[in-house]
């Protein structure tokens, strides 16, 4: 087989909004960051997610079969996707600072009220293993629009919420997916940004 002739760079190209995944396992509440939401069929009402396997939401989803999606708004603070994207809710109780903010959905599962424009619920029909991700088919069961707000994007987020570095020019590489800055020379062939999970094709040199 013929070695790719592949730019890593296009796939940055395609459009993404973000949203907040959510689930419930038990009496634990959890929730992530995530950028795949699809709609793939409008009888019965089914989406796709895409979920990193190194995310604790994961692995909750894989046993409860149930999620909520909470599809951000362009006023979301910087602060939230840090919240919900950049640590771990093995350590972190993911909620704990949004109580005021929630509700919880028919299948008992909390979703965002604020800085959000929809939401909707599902149950798991199939799963589909992507390597580093697993794909989640899904059929709707519950949704509402919240509010009017526009949806924020990737492009979005870039260039209006995350914040700009004016610190001192280091050598390293950067993440374009989440920001987080690795220091040195090389990144290694093998290394997995510990934010948002992501290899070494989200990083470019700073």
């Keep these: 087989m013929s070695e790719k002739n592949l730019d890593k760079a296009v796939l940055f190209k395609l459009s993404y909004g973000l949203f907040v995944l959510s689930t419930r396992d038990g009496k634990k509440d959890n929730g992530c960051i995530i950028n795949t939401v699809t709609q793939i069929s409008g009888k019965p009402e089914t989406i796709m997610i895409a979920v990193n396997k190194d995310n604790y939401t994961h692995d909750l989803i894989m046993s409860s079969e149930i999620f909520n999606v ?28 949004y109580e005021a903010d929630c509700s919880r959905s028919g299948n008992g599962v909390l979703y965002l009220k604020k800085y959000t424009n929809a939401y909707m619920s599902a149950k798991v029909i199939k799963t589909m293993d992507c390597g580093t991700h697993t794909m989640f088919y899904a059929e709707v069961v519950e949704g509402a629009v ?61």
Excluded: M
Excluded at 77 to 91: A, D, I, N, V, Y
Excluded at 167 to 173: D, L, Q, S
Excluded at 188 to 198: L, N
């Design 146 to 206: 919240l509010s009017e707000g526009n949806s924020v994007t990737y492009a979005y987020y870039f260039d209006n919420i995350k914040p700009k570095k004016t610190a001192e020019k280091k050598k390293g590489f950067v993440c374009e997916i989440c920001g987080y800055v690795y220091e040195g020379e090389e990144l290694p062939a093998d290394f997995t940004c510990p934010w948002c999970k992501h290899g070494p094709e989200a990083f470019r040199p700073l």
């Design 70 to 97: 909470s599809v951000l708004t362009e006023d979301t603070p910087f602060e939230l996707f840090q919240h919900f994207g950049f640590q771990s809710g093995r350590t972190v109780d993911k909620f704990s600072k």
